[in-house]
Structure formats: structure tokens, C-alpha cells
């Protein structure tokens, strides 16, 4: 099965930027990447996906390298209520089948 | 209405029991899994099912077992539950290959006494 890492955890303050980096060396081919964010209590929620190069949408930005081994998730000017834990997926072929894998995910604390 | 229901949302039992948590989805998604959080150790695989009649273990299957009763029901058994089996439980869905897109439900809180 792929492996994920991630760091456990992040600081920062509020109003800078965020750059979360998850490494998945055995990515497939046709494989997306995608992040979600959790707060305690709740289920995960979908940030961004993406497969190569850079994504963008309203939240956040996704910078995939031409290898696809790692993935950076980039929160820009974060505040107090992006702190929560941040989870990174790819799938992996197992027995010809896709599986989902997590990454441990990186706990994100935003200070005031 | 969520487009995933797990229920119940908490539940208590006692060690030995047998406890079954049940998951539904409006999504009409083919892919189904059921996922277990502990403190630091974020989301593991316990099942996936990619269709009806295709059920997988994950990563941690063993002292679980699973049902998939329609494309829409995805049910989560604990034969005789055990106290490190106490975790908060998720289920999820997908249309995806790659997994990715997963819709998560609300998770269930259980406890085992």
C-alpha cells in the first residue's frame, strides 16, 4: 500500500501564509491528489484536488511537482478558523484494486 | 438530509457485545468505505466495498466485519466489541477511482465498556 507523510503539525499566525508539503512516492498513474480539512468532532471536508502542476480555487492552492511524488497544500493569509487538521489523499493499486490512503495528517494551529 | 447518515451518532456498549453501525447515502455513489480515527493516528481503513457484490478489507479489518445491503447502505459489525475498539467511526463514499472525492458522514462516537 502507498504511504503518505506529512508533518504532525504547523503553527502560524494569523494573515501569513501556509505551506503544507505530503510526500507519496508510489502515486499512481492515474491517481489524483487531494486535500481535506477536519475539526474535532466532524468528518473530514474536501479542500482541493488535483493531478499535476498548480490548482487554485476560492480556499486554497495545490502545487504538484512534474515527479508527483509530493504534493504542497497552500493556505494563503490564514486565520484563526484554519486551524484544524489537514489530511492528504492519493489512491493506491493493491491487487488491482484502487484503495484510498490517508496521510497521518498535520494538525494546524493559527495564533492570534 | 446529509448525503451521508451514519447512525447512531454515540453509543455505549459493553465489552463482548455484538454492535452494528449503519451508514446511508443520497450521493448514488458506487464506492463505500468505513474509516477509524484515534487520537494521532488520523484515518484508517477498515473496509471498502466497490460495489454490491465487491467487499475489501482495509488496512485494519481485523474484529470487523461488513455488509453491503444496497448501493446505498453500507453497514459497519462489531462480532464481540472490545475496549480498544473504542474510536470515533466514519463512513464515506466515492465515485472516484482514485479515491479521491470522498463525501464523509458525521461519524459515530463509540465506546466500549
Redesign the interface.
Known amino acids: 500500500l502507498a504511504k503518505t507523510t506529512q508533518p504532525i503539525s504547523m503553527d502560524s499566525y494569523e494573515g501569513q501564509e501556509v505551506n503544507i508539503t505530503c510526500s507519496h512516492n508510489n502515486i499512481a498513474t492515474n491517481d489524483y491528489i487531494t486535500w481535506y480539512q477536519q475539526f474535532p468532532s466532524q468528518g473530514p471536508r474536501f479542500i482541493i484536488q488535483g493531478y499535476k502542476t498548480k490548482v487554485t480555487n476560492e480556499v486554497a492552492s495545490l502545487f504538484i511537482p512534474a515527479d508527483r511524488k509530493s504534493s504542497t497544500l497552500s493556505l494563503p493569509r490564514v486565520s484563526l478558523s484554519d486551524t484544524a487538521v489537514y489530511y492528504c489523499l492519493v489512491g493506491d493499486i493493491h491487487r488491482g484494486s484502487y484503495i484510498p490512503t490517508f496521510g497521518r495528517g498535520t494538525s494546524l494551529i493559527v495564533h492570534p | 438530509d446529509a448525503d451521508?447518515t451514519q447512525t447512531p451518532r454515540n453509543r455505549i456498549t459493553k465489552t463482548g457485545k455484538r454492535i452494528m453501525l449503519e451508514c446511508s447515502q443520497t450521493k448514488g455513489h458506487d464506492r463505500m468505505?468505513w474509516?477509524r480515527q484515534d487520537p494521532g493516528?488520523?484515518?484508517?481503513?477498515i473496509y471498502?466495498s466497490?460495489d454490491v457484490k465487491d467487499i475489501?478489507k482495509?488496512?485494519i479489518s481485523d474484529g470487523y466485519s461488513v455488509s453491503r445491503q444496497a448501493q446505498a447502505k453500507f453497514s459497519l459489525s462489531l462480532e464481540s466489541a472490545i475496549p480498544n475498539q473504542t474510536a470515533?467511526y466514519?463512513c464515506?463514499t466515492?465515485d472516484?477511482?482514485?479515491?479521491?472525492?470522498?463525501?464523509?458522514?458525521?461519524?459515530t462516537?463509540l465506546t466500549v465498556v
Do not use: P
Open positions: 451521508v468505505y474509516y493516528l488520523g484515518l484508517r481503513l471498502y466497490f475489501n482495509g488496512e470515533l466514519f464515506a466515492s472516484l477511482h482514485s479515491g479521491a472525492g470522498h463525501t464523509f458522514g458525521s461519524g462516537r
